[in-house]
Structure formats: structure tokens, C-alpha cells
């Protein structure tokens, strides 16, 4: 079974995916996957309860055993993270971005916490924060964020590193322009 996996853009000499979370019954088939992609980076925003629910505590094991690296980012479901300790997230998973990792950003259902960080992804690169959102979007085939708390949380990051406003994605009519 193929995965879900969308591509977002590129950034710099990577790609930025986002995508539901694995299926643990055909994990090792969605890591071939990954691999065929070229993805080099999987990020994780499941908290450890989730982890245990989905029978995925042992994906990132798996993961570097296939030689992809894997980083563990918990965030509550529907939740926020701590703003300054997510910039550096952010910068960290940017520079590997810039530095060609292909990454691919998922939490249980790729939209949310996986739109939160892949939305602020592309305003570190440059985009305003209501393109950010669309292009996450139109990527994922549904709204992002989920929740207001989370495009809030998207407009104080925007602020933080960019000083400007934030504005509403649109919700129809997505079109992806071309990069910064």
C-alpha cells in the first residue's frame, strides 16, 4: 500500500513533505517508500501515549535502521508548543531543509501540528504567513491549521522572526506561487 505523502516545495536544495502518520501494520513498505522518495528526514509530532496507541514506538528505530533520520518533536494533539524553544526547532529542521534534506513532517493525521510547523517552515524561507498556509494546504487537499489556537500560534511565530502581520489563508481557489 502506497503511504500518503504530499509535497509541499522545495526550500533551498531539500523538499518539504507532510503526510499523516505511518501505518504501523505496513511500516516497513512506507519506509521503502520514504526511501524510493528520497525523503532523508522524518519529523514526528506525536506524543508518546500516541506513539504506544499507534504501534509506533519504534519508528524512529526503524527509521535509522533504514538509514533515514528521524527527530521526535511531541506536541499535544490539537496543542501548541513553547514558542522559543520551537524557533530553534524550526532553525534546526530549516538548515537541513536549505542544506538538501528531503523532510517529511507528520503527526496523527498530517494536519494540525504537521501544518503548524511546515506553515512556519516556509515563512523562515520567506513566504507570508496566509501563502504559507495555502500552500500547506493545497499540498495536504484539506485546511490548515486545525484549530484557531494553532493559526494564532502561526501569527505570533510570523511576528517573532518577521515582524510582520498575519492574514487568513484563503479557503478556495489555492494557487502555490513560485518560491520567494
Known amino acids: ?28 513498505e512506507d519506509i521503502k517508500y520514504f526511501q524510493d522518495m528520497g525523503v532523508n528526514l522524518v519529523v514526528s509530532h506525536l ?5 504506544k496507541e499507534l ?19 511531541p506536541i499535544k494533539d490539537r496543542g501548541l508548543p513553547n514558542i522559543d524553544n520551537f524557533r530553534e526547532f524550526i532553525e534546526d529542521i530549516y538548515d537541513r531543509l536549505i542544506n538538501g534534506e528531503n523532510v517529511a513532517i507528520h503527526c496523527r493525521a498530517g494536519i494540525g501540528r504537521t501544518g503548524v510547523t ?3 517552515l516556509l515563512i523562515k524561507d520567506g513566504y507570508e504567513s496566509n501563502i504559507a498556509m495555502d500552500m500547506v494546504a493545497a499540498a495536504r ?3 490548515i491549521p486545525d484549530t484557531e489556537a494553532q493559526f494564532d500560534f502561526i501569527c505570533e511565530y510570523t511576528k517573532n522572526i518577521t515582524k510582520c502581520s498575519c492574514s487568513q489563508p484563503s479557503v478556495a481557489g489555492i494557487s502555490v506561487p513560485s518560491a520567494p
Open 1 to 28: 500500500m502506497i503511504p500518503d505523502i504530499f509535497e509541499v516545495t522545495v526550500v533551498g536544495e531539500g523538499c518539504l513533505y507532510v503526510m499523516p502518520r505511518p501505518n504501523s501494520e505496513w511500516l516497513s
Open 47 to 51: 506524543e508518546k501515549s500516541e506513539e
Open 55 to 73: 504501534g509506533l514506538s519504534k519508528e524512529g528505530e526503524i527509521l535509522n535502521e533504514h538509514g533515514i533520520d528521524f527527530v521526535s518533536y
Open 118 to 120: 511546515s506553515s512556519c
Open 141 to 143: 487537499g484539506t485546511q
